[in-house]
């Protein structure tokens, strides 16, 4: 026996077809615009992974800087910190500069104007120094050998020094005809700087000395440090009052005496020059922070 359908439903399942047929080709369009909302999609999702890998990077940067700028603010709290300890040391103030240190410490809760202020006093005391420096390098790099003179800036103040043989006549502190030439051409910084006080230190190596004018090295170190500032006060015309004369002997040494390249390294005279007293005090002083 055979099986068969009937006309009717023939049409019928024939309609039917035509029908998912359409439908299907209706879902292929359909698909295909899925398909490119799709790829539309992926691009902007690569477009903002991109982005979002900028912003990454970029925060990155930032959290670089952020850190760089709070160890910035550490290192200037820690030059304020020991700013304080050196003012606290100090055992004779002005009446002046001690107000000024009473109305800082009252300061010290306001923490970005405090800042403010050390920015503004280390932007000056280098400005000052790197003037002076530039200026001394200037006048005493002519005739001069670089390992008889040596100028540097540590800090808030700007160093010289010299070497023995360059000022003194050996074992004595008598000052040598060129060493009149090297000093009074640091009179000439000296003298065009009022605002500044000049320290002379004499260093000395570990040979024990001794004869009819000298003790010991801490006798010779102070003798020739004498000698050095009654030179720019008598010769130079450098105010006494801004002159400081001191002796560190044999000690404090740059270099070991076993050797006579370490002693010869040790015997010289340091001029350091820096701010007065009552300057440093201003610097401090919380009413003299510049504006924002």
């Known amino acids: 026996m055979s ?14 077809l035509e029908a998912a047929n359409k439908d299907l080709g209706a879902c292929g369009v359909n698909l295909n615009a899925t398909m490119e909302k799709l790829s539309a999609c992926e691009k902007d999702r690569d477009r903002l992974r991109g982005d979002i890998n900028g912003n990454v990077t970029t925060l990155r940067l930032r959290e670089e800087q952020i850190a760089d700028l709070r160890a910035q603010i550490a290192d200037i709290k820690a030059q304020r ?7 606290g040391d100090l055992t004779v103030l002005s009446q002046s500069a001690s107000d000024n240190i009473k109305e800082t410490l009252s300061q010290l809760e ?4 405090y800042i403010h202020l050390l920015q503004a006093a280390k932007t000056k005391a280098d400005s000052i120094n790197l003037a002076l420096s530039v200026n001394l390098k200037g006048v005493l790099k002519d005739g001069i050998e670089d390992k008889d003179v ?60 001794k004869n009819g004018c000298m003790d010991d090295n801490w006798d010779l170190s102070v003798k020739r440090a004498t ?3 009654r030179a720019l006060q008598t010769s130079f015309k450098i105010n006494p009052n801004r002159l400081i004369a001191a002796g560190r002997g044999e000690y404090n040494v740059l270099a070991s005496n076993d050797t006579e390249a370490g002693r010869s390294m040790n015997r010289r005279t340091r001029i350091i020059i820096l701010p007065k007293i009552d300057q440093f005090y201003d610097l401090l002083n919380p009413n003299m922070v510049p504006n924002k």
């Open 81 to 87: 910190d020991k700013q304080l300890t050196q003012v």
């Open 3 to 16: 099986s068969c359908v009937t006309k009717k439903k023939f049409v019928s399942l024939k309609a039917e």
């Open 227 to 229: 000698s050095v500032v």
């Open 110 to 113: 306001k923490k970005d104007k």
């Open 150 to 209: 040596d100028v540097k800036v540590d800090k808030t103040v700007v160093f010289i020094n010299l070497s023995d043989k360059m000022l003194y006549q050996s074992g004595s502190a008598n000052l040598t005809p060129k060493a009149n030439t090297v000093l009074g051409n640091i009179a000439k910084i000296i003298e065009s700087r009022p605002d500044l006080e000049v320290m002379v230190e004499g260093y000395t190596d570990n040979l024990p000395i």
